[in-house]
Nanobody
Framework: QVQLVESGGGSVQAGGSLRLSCAAFGSADAIYSLTCMGWFRQAPGKEREGVAAIYIGGKSTYLADSVKGRFTISQDNAKTTVNLQMTNLKPEDTAMYYC??????????????????WGQGTQVTVSS
């Protein structure tokens, strides 16, 4: 079993920056076998949408069109923590951000088909 713990959410003004982190916890076999980690978000009244994903330490990444050029996804050397650096934040980025992880193929990862495990979520609020 894998547990995902997010941190780094908060409130900022438009144009500001935040860095979200997600750490995976569990047995060594469970966490080191993960091949994909990423972020989804859900705003009030809207469906959950994929934001970013990273496959095995950066061999492949995905960023939603709405965040390209503003968000960057990265992973630590141990490949157990994924970070989402968010810059030039906009009010429309306001949402609950959820970390997800799984063991998909590269193609499944960048197609956002990897949500075997979920974190509890961290709130990001951007004011205009």
């Amino acid at each position: 079993q894998v547990q995902l713990v997010e941190s780094g959410g908060g409130s900022v003004q438009a144009g500001g920056s935040l860095r979200l982190s997600c750490a995976a916890f569990g047995s060594a076999d469970a966490i080191y076998s993960l091949t994909c980690m990423g972020w989804f978000r859900q705003a009030p009244g809207k469906e959950r949408e994929g934001v970013a994903a990273i496959y095995i330490g950066g061999k492949s990444t995905y960023l939603a069109d709405s965040v390209k050029g503003r968000f960057t996804i990265s992973q630590d050397n141990a490949k157990t923590t994924v970070n989402l650096q968010m810059t030039n934040l906009k009010p429309e980025d306001t949402a609950m951000y959820y970390c997800a992880a799984g063991r998909p193929t590269r193609e499944e990862c960048t197609a956002l088909k990897f949500t075997r495990y979920w974190g509890q979520g961290t709130q990001v609020t951007v004011s205009s």
